[in-house]
């Protein structure tokens, strides 16, 4: 059992711990992962119809006899079944006797499934909980700390991927890519260049008692709306900072003649870096969080900001010249015709409806999933949709979750909006028009019934779907990967 706060490193640690067991005895090694409250129980170990007496099998047991049966030499390889999700005795006490040293699972039709030498059962818990001691006596404990990642390891990861992956390939890390860089280090794209530019002007402020880091500690003390973890305020930044090194690379393309000097990237990006770090570290925070930052910031860093006394500095954005602009000079003024005032998608920009906006295409543009929390009326899913509105390739579906949604609501909304294909590398799920992205907003993402045990199963099973992109599917129990799909909650 591996145990410990969410972004402590707990599934990239087995991940490097297979592979690396792989090259050691070169033998394959193969992980099944499956997020137990995302699915019925029925759906996790089978069912017995009471009528027919006929057995289906459910995932769990799906697995187990496809490594049994070895059709394809599934003995010969390493496996390990991976229980990403919370641990309630409702499901966890069916595999009391596979824990211990019978190693049989006993199914309610009277079969038994030994469970083979070659696979490994583990689980991947935020909090034991509602584990019963039958349960944890069985196995052994693994604690991840929150100091077990430090800040500095984190800035290491992003500041060696800006160098050596190229923003344009988007977001698909593999195994692969990596070793696809190194062989061709000799040559270097005029991207990869200005993106490796980029990073040297970063380094700086990234040291172990740099800007971030002050900055970061400083926000850990505020109040936030949402709980405040690190690993999503440095997320948020690092995808605000990547699209502002996309802005960069946009302008140097289209004009290819004169790019932008490098006098002018050390305007730029320093700029670049407040601007990113108030609004990642403090967007979601009252105003008057976000002006105590912006009056941190100006206190300890020497980038020149915005004139004092007027304005916050979260009123200002940076254009690519590196200069400060107010917001307001965004703000179009619009004439609405009088027989349109009364319809009910009217929307009249004001700072804070543009500023969100910019907001949200930068997040957007990421493929990030992003929750807006706000009070009733405060313009959650107007904001959303107007954005929505202007950005051609996205297709908007909104989804109202009330106290009874399920999982299943969700696969139904899909069915509608998409297709399944069957592909070489397994089936996938894909919004019918090409090229289009499908944005899935959950309005009232909060309000699902927890069961007894305080999971809430159709957030379990956003989780599956955001962080390991896609899903089993109950019919025939194969895995099917989402493509163009994203999720925005409000």
């Known amino acids: 059992m591996m145990v410990g706060p969410s972004g402590s490193g707990k599934s990239s640690a087995w991940k490097v711990l297979l592979k690396a067991l792989e090259r050691f005895e070169g033998t394959e090694g193969v992980a099944?992962?499956?997020?137990?409250?995302?699915?019925?129980?029925?759906?996790?170990?089978?069912?017995?119809?009471?009528?027919?007496?006929?057995w289906t099998d459910g995932l769990f047991t799906h697995i187990l006899r496809k490594i049994i049966d070895n059709v394809r030499g599934e003995i010969n390889k390493r496996q390990w079944i991976i229980f990403d999700g919370d641990v309630d005795p409702e499901w966890v006490e069916n595999l009391n006797s596979v824990l211990d040293d019978n190693k049989l699972l006993t199914l309610p039709n009277g079969e038994r499934l030994s469970l083979p030498p070659n696979v490994r059962i583990m689980f991947e818990v935020q909090d034991l909980?509602?584990?019963?001691?039958?349960?944890?006596?069985?196995?052994?404990?693994?604690?991840?700390?929150?100091?077990?990642?430090?800040?500095?390891?984190?800035?290491?990861?992003?500041?060696?991927?800006?160098?050596?992956?190229?923003?344009?390939?988007?977001?698909?890390?593999?195994?692969?890519?990596?070793?696809?860089s190194t062989e061709k280090e000799d040559e270097v794209t005029p991207a990869l260049q200005t993106q490796r530019e980029i990073a040297a002007l970063l380094q700086p402020y990234f040291s172990s008692d740099g800007l971030v880091v002050r900055c970061l500690e400083y926000a850990m003390g505020q109040e936030h709306i949402m709980d405040f973890t690190r690993l999503r305020a440095l997320s948020s930044l690092f995808s605000m900072l990547n699209q502002g090194a996309r802005n960069v690379l946009t302008f140097n393309q289209q004009h290819p003649d004169f790019p932008v000097p490098p006098e002018q990237l050390?305007?730029?990006?320093?700029?670049?870096?407040?601007?990113?770090?108030?609004w990642s570290f403090a967007g979601d925070s009252k105003l008057k969080v976000?002006?105590?930052?912006?009056?941190?910031?100006?206190?300890?860093?020497?980038v020149t900001l915005p004139a004092q006394g007027g304005?916050?500095?979260?009123?200002?954005?940076?254009?690519?010249?590196?200069?400060?602009?107010?917001?307001?000079?965004?703000v179009p003024v619009i004439e609405i015709e009088t027989h349109k005032v009364a319809a009910p998608d009217v929307v009249v920009p004001t700072l804070d409806t543009v500023r969100h906006e910019s907001l949200l295409y930068t997040w957007l543009a990421e493929h990030k999933p992003l929750v807006l929390c706000g009070p009733p009326g405060s313009g959650k899913t107007m904001t959303l949709f107007s954005a929505l509105r202007a950005l051609p390739d996205m297709e908007v579906v909104g989804l109202n979750f009330s106290s009874a949604t399920t999982p299943e609501l969700l696969l139904k909304t899909f069915d509608h909006y998409c297709e399944y294909r069957k592909t070489p590398n397994g089936v996938v799920l894909a919004p019918v028009q090409l090229g289009k992205w499908l944005v899935l907003f959950c309005d009232e993402i909060n309000l699902p019934d927890m069961d007894s045990?305080?999971?809430?199963?159709?957030?379990?099973?956003?989780?599956?779907?955001?962080e390991h992109k896609g899903f089993y599917r109950a019919a025939d129990q194969s895995w099917v990967s989402l493509e163009r799909i994203q999720f925005v909650g409000a």
């Open 32 to 54: 099944h992962v499956i997020d137990p409250k995302a699915i019925s129980k029925e759906a996790l170990y089978g069912v017995l119809d009471p009528n027919t007496r006929e």
């Open 129 to 180: 909980k509602y584990a019963t001691l039958a349960t944890v006596s069985r196995c052994g404990m693994v604690w991840f700390s929150e100091d077990v990642l430090s800040t500095e390891m984190i800035f290491e990861n992003y500041m060696s991927r800006l160098r050596h992956i190229p923003l344009e390939d988007g977001e698909e890390e593999s195994f692969s890519g990596q070793s696809k």
């Open 266 to 278: 050390e305007q730029y990006i320093p700029k670049l870096l407040i601007y990113s770090m108030l």
């Open 290 to 302: 976000r002006s105590d930052l912006g009056d941190f910031l100006r206190s300890i860093t020497t």
């Open 311 to 330: 304005n916050p500095i979260i009123d200002y954005e940076v254009n690519i010249q590196g200069d400060w602009v107010p917001w307001s000079n965004k």
């Open 453 to 466: 045990y305080g999971t809430q199963r159709v957030i379990s099973f956003l989780r599956q779907l955001v």
